[in-house]
Nanobody, 115 residues
Framework: QVQLVESGGGLVQPGGSLRLSCAAS????????MGWYRQAPGKERELVAV???????NYADSVKGRFTVSRDNAKNALFLQMNSLKPEDTAVYYC?????????WGQGTQVTVSS
């Protein structure tokens, strides 16, 4: 079983920055993909950014050039640097880990962008 714990969310003004972290623990053997998803009120959960085992990354068009996903393989940690935040980035952000075809999710961390 895999446990994921997100941290780093909060309230920030438009144009500000936040850095999210995700700590993975438990039965981790060979991670295929780690990534960030988000869900705004009344909307479906959507992909924000993912990083595969080889290091390649993929971003939602809405965050390209503003968000950067990175991973510390030694610590099984995932990060999301979010710059130039907009009110539409407001959502609960979830960490996801895919291993051997099985997905694990964290409990989420709230990000609110408002003046």
């Amino acid at each position: 079983q895999v446990q994921l714990v997100e941290s780093g969310g909060g309230l920030v003004q438009p144009g500000g920055s936040l850095r999210l972290s995700c700590a993975a623990s438990g039965s981790i053997f060979s991670i295929d993909v780690m990534g960030w998803y988000r869900q705004a009120p009344g909307k479906e959960r959507e992909l924000v950014a993912v990083i595969v085992s080889g290091g390649n990354t993929n971003y939602a068009d809405s965050v390209k050039g503003r968000f950067t996903v990175s991973r510390d393989n030694a610590k099984n940690a995932l990060f999301l640097q979010m710059n130039s935040l907009k009110p539409e980035d407001t959502a609960v952000y979830y960490c996801c880990l895919l291993q051997n075809g099985a997905a694990s999710w964290g409990q989420g961390t709230q990000v609110t962008v408002s003046s």
